[in-house]
C-alpha cells in the first residue's frame, strides 16, 4: 500500500503537470481555428473618391489581405424609391466608392488605429470605418480568457512540480544508504543516482499514457456525445500523436530538474 502511494504522490503531481500542457496544447489549436473564423468575419468599412484595388491598399498597410467592393446601385435602389431613372443615376454619379476590407491577422484595436491612420493618408480614401467598440470588446474577452488559463496552468505547474521535488525527497532517503555505499567507494553523481532517474522514469512513462489515454478517450468517445459544437467541430484536434512525444519530453525533462534539484540541495548523503 505504501509502495503504491509513494508512486502516486510522484504520478498525480507529474499527470497534473502534462495535463495543463495538453490543455495549452489544444487550447491554442482550437483557439487558432476560433481566432481564424474571427479574423475572417471581420472587415473594415473604406470609402474612396476612386476605385481602388487591392495593390493600393496593401502598398499602404501589408495587413491587408482582401477587398471587396460594395456595389453601389444597392445603395442607390435604396435612398431613391419613388425617384426617376435620371435622378438615381446622379445619386450614383455623385456616390463614393465603398469596400469592405479584410486583414491578415486577428490584430488588436492599436493596429486597428494604425491601419486607419495609414489609409486615411492618401488623399483617395474619404473615410475609414473599423468597427473598433464592438470589435474591442471581443478581442479583450479573447486575449483574456487566454491569460486566465496561462495563468493556471503555470500555477499548477510551479505547485506540482513542488510535490514531484517531495517525492523525490521521500525517495532519496529510503535509498540513502545504497547511494552511501556507492560514494564511499567513488562512484559518480549520475550513476549515484541512477536508482532515482529509474524509478522517476519509469513514473514519468506511466504519467505520459494516462494523460494520453484520458485524452483519447476525450477525444474519440466524450467528444462525439458532449454536444458542445465547438467541441464536436474540433474533435480531431484534441489529441495528436505528436502530443505524445511532447508530453514524453516534458516529463523526462521534469525528472531530470527533480533528481538534480534534490541531488544538488545537499551534496553527500547525509547519515
Known amino acids: 500500500m505504501k509502495f503504491i502511494k509513494n508512486h502516486l504522490m510522484f504520478i498525480l503531481p507529474l499527470m497534473a503537470i502534462l495535463l495543463g500542457i495538453e490543455f495549452y496544447l489544444v487550447f491554442e489549436r482550437t483557439t487558432g481555428t476560433y ?18 484595388k487591392l495593390e493600393t491598399l496593401k502598398a499602404l498597410n501589408s495587413h491587408i489581405s482582401t477587398i471587396r467592393p460594395i456595389k453601389r446601385e444597392q ?16 445619386i450614383l454619379k455623385s456616390l463614393p466608392y465603398f469596400y469592405d476590407v479584410g486583414l491578415d491577422a486577428y490584430l488588436d484595436t492599436k493596429a486597428l488605429g494604425e491601419i486607419k491612420k495609414d489609409l486615411e493618408k492618401d488623399k483617395r480614401v474619404k473615410k475609414v470605418e473599423t468597427f473598433r467598440s464592438s470589435y474591442g470588446s471581443s478581442y479583450r ?11 493556471f496552468i503555470v500555477f499548477m505547474g510551479v505547485v506540482s512540480l513542488f510535490l514531484i521535488i517531495k517525492q523525490m525527497e521521500i525517495w532519496k532517503y529510503e535509498h540513502r544508504q545504497r547511494m552511501q555505499v556507492m560514494e564511499i567507494f567513488g562512484a559518480p553523481l549520475m550513476l549515484r543516482s541512477g536508482v532515482l532517474f529509474k524509478i522517476a522514469i519509469v513514473d514519468a512513462i506511466f504519467a505520459t499514457l494516462m494523460t494520453a489515454g484520458l485524452f483519447f478517450y476525450a477525444k474519440l468517445i466524450w467528444a462525439p456525445q458532449s454536444g458542445i459544437n465547438i467541441i464536436v467541430a474540433n474533435q480531431e484536434k484534441l489529441f495528436r500523436m505528436t502530443d505524445m512525444g511532447i508530453l514524453l519530453v516534458a516529463a523526462l525533462l521534469i525528472v531530470i530538474i527533480a533528481v538534480y534539484s534534490v541531488v544538488f540541495s545537499a551534496r553527500g548523503v547525509e547519515e
Open 35 to 52: 481566432e481564424q473564423g474571427l479574423k475572417e468575419d471581420y472587415s473594415m468599412l473604406v470609402v474612396t473618391q476612386k476605385p481602388v
Open 141 to 151: 474577452l479573447f486575449r483574456f480568457v487566454k491569460l486566465i488559463l496561462n495563468i
Open 75 to 90: 445603395i442607390v435602389s435604396k435612398v431613391t424609391k419613388g425617384l426617376d431613372k435620371k435622378g438615381s443615376k446622379e
